[in-house]
């Protein structure tokens, strides 16, 4: 079993729409826990930390649950410029492992 | 705010041939430092990280190696490299006091 799953994708979604991902993690003493946006052929940035309480930050929402060692990133009304690929992190004591990644194509 | 420099942006080696990527730091001392490797349309994966000068760990990738000479230089080397080796390497941070991780721009190695 990965360390780190995510829905695998693509999600191909209209502008406006509401789209959700999903990550799994297997370590039940991990830490913290990110969301990153990685965009084609650069580096991964971070897009939000992901709070025990569930967090939002505009558009986007992050919720983590630790019993079911799960975190989801929601984005409402989805813009051309949310097209990226995002990637679930989590870090266990300094180790920080990545998602594969799921792949978002917002279309107009 | 933390710096990262990784250079350079692009390298096309011969296989056989050696690699030394350097990544360094500003904005933060006693970092955590890491270097990450991504295959095309693949995740990322850690190779080495290191929590301070002289100390590594490994995910035990054979033909790589790294070194932490210095607080803010964090070094990633082969002797030999194979195809296998072609991919995006991502040199990245977490500050003493921050738990973030923030990346270097990367280099796109292919060898060939």
């Known amino acids: 079993r990965k360390e780190v799953e995510q829905d695998p994708g693509p999600f191909n979604v209209p502008e406006g729409a509401t789209v959700a991902f999903n990550c799994t993690y297997s370590?039940?003493?991990?830490?913290?826990f990110f969301w990153y946006r990685q965009d084609c052929r650069k580096e991964p940035k971070l897009l939000m930390s992901?709070?025990?309480s569930g967090n939002e930050d505009g558009r986007f929402t992050a919720q983590l649950n630790r019993a079911s060692q799960y975190i989801s990133l929601l984005i409402r009304d989805s813009k051309l410029s949310d097209s990226a690929t995002y990637l679930c992190?989590?870090?266990?004591?300094?180790?920080?492992?990545f998602g594969a990644g799921t792949r978002l194509t917002v279309k107009p | 705010s933390q710096t990262i420099h990784q250079w350079p942006a692009t390298l096309v080696q011969p296989v056989g041939s050696p690699l030394s990527l350097e990544c360094t730091v500003e904005?933060?001392?006693?970092?955590?430092l890491y270097w990450y490797r991504q295959a095309a349309g693949r995740g990322l994966q850690l190779l080495f990280y290191?929590?301070?000068?002289?100390?590594i760990s490994s995910e035990v990738p054979q033909n790589l190696s790294a070194s932490r000479p210095q607080d803010r230089q964090f070094i990633l080397s082969s002797k030999k490299l194979l195809l296998s080796d072609s991919g995006f390497y991502l040199c990245?941070?977490?500050?003493?006091?921050?738990?973030?991780?923030?990346f270097g721009s990367g280099t796109q190695l292919s060898v060939l």
């Open positions: 992190v989590v870090n266990s004591y300094n180790d920080m492992r």
């Open positions: 990245a941070c977490r500050g003493a006091t921050n738990e973030k991780l923030f």
């Open positions: 904005g933060t001392s006693n970092p955590n």
């Open positions: 370590n039940s003493a991990s830490q913290s």
């Open positions: 290191s929590v301070g000068i002289g100390q």
């Open positions: 992901v709070y025990s």
